[in-house]
């Protein structure tokens, strides 16, 4: 159980990071955050919703705090691991928010000293902006966070990093494996991305402004995309990626043929498989 | 100029062509339908967006008619203007909303006899519902309004359909040769619905509603799509949407390729491009 006498930290601190800060110190934890910038701890402090902040990592900010939870690229994540994972307190349940988990949860948790337990987690929540002055713990209302844990993982750090979901606000707590994980990803979220990304780059459209309805628009809102986060999420998750990149591209390439060809049967056919399908996806 | 002292006929009275009636019924126009259901004629009297109604093309309907707004699919509408333009009273200036306008535009002034003239135009709003019921001329606000004028029209109608429009509330009038019209709309409508309707279609997507965010509800929100009218649409304009298509598979090629080899830097340069290009479509 997740109760709120346990101490947190937060390690980067960014749009989610300071989130999950005000999520938490509004659900009364101590929170405290470390990031590089002296400036995102000022304003979290003067914000109220971060007790104590530091800028390197150090004994004192980690030898208290009973769960960390990185909000850090994944890269960036592993490498803080190995070198800082000494001033962690045994015991202590680490989490992360990476989009992407194969490639994540099991590095850290053979980096990890046996003392140490990381299960891994991802908020399904974001924005087009970053930074914590856009910290925003209403974006995790209506959103899922999904939980993946492996073999290594004792039930009683699943179900706190679950309880975690919960305080923070999420309207639907699952539980997948990473690798179940990222073929979902892969294909709900990175495949998108890709999409909105080529549809953006493929013409020019300077001058088509003026013409877009809200379907080009809905479309490619998520083409405004932070160029290193998403590369190293789309490189970590390949094999997958591309998998779902050619499930797609094949069935553009059926479409394709039902327009070459004026065969309409076709085209009403998966229209209306569309449909019905989406009907499944409305809140 | 559009003055208010003009009769209007809207024929086919769904979604759209409710909204057009609802609109200038408000703006002090005497607007009258004609469509096959009854049921759609007696709600639209009964709303007061209509002054009188027909169920049948007749002299009655037509005679006394300036302005006669065809909101039919493409297919109907030729068929319709064959069969019916003798009960148009001379000098009667008709419009249309299709949103193809090189099959449609042409084949319209072609079968016109000389003392009517048609003027295309493609009203760039609509909903996920259909039919009179849900007509609600809010739908035009901040949306484009685009007329297609060929060599055949005179400045005089031309202008009446674009003061149509901006009476009608569009914010954006537009005008364009109908071959310019087709390649945009292939391009940034009908494109749009094709890679949402693959999206939806290319696997099973059912055990994934739990962990969808935001960004495949956005892609997808189109993927609901009246199969009739679009499949008509995509084959109406076949060569453009093909040739948009293909532009749109070559860059996910070049994306893919960029994932298989893991070339971060092309993944970030289409990433920035398309930040950089997205931000012009704010609205």
Redesign the interface.
Known sequence: MLTADKKILVVGLGLIGGSYAEALTRRGFDVAALTRSAESIDFALEKGIISRGFTEPCEDALSDRDIVIFCLYPRVLTAWIEKNQKYIRDGAVLTDVTGVKGAVVYKVQHLLRPSLEFVGAHP???REVSGVRNADCSIFRG??Y?VTPTAENTPRAVELVEDLGRLLGFS?I?VLSPEKHDE??A???Q?????????????D??H??????D??????????????M???L??LN?EE??RQ????????GI??EA??S?D?ET??R??????E?????D?
Chains 1, 2 share one sequence.
């Not at 088509?208 to 309805?213: D, P, V």
């Open positions: 399904m929540a974001g959103a899922n999904i639907r699952s979902m990803i294909f709900l979220s495949l998108t991305h890709c999409l909105a990304v080529s549809l953006m780059t493929c013409r459209v300077e088509l402004s003026a013409y877009t309805g379907s080009f628009r809905d479309l490619t809102r998520i083409a405004r995309i932070n160029d290193e998403w590369s190293e789309f490189l390949r990626l591309l990149m050619d499930v797609f591209s094949s069935q553009m479409l394709r327009v070459a004026g309409a085209l009403k998966l229209m209306r498989l569309s449909t399908r989406r009907a499944l996806f809140k």
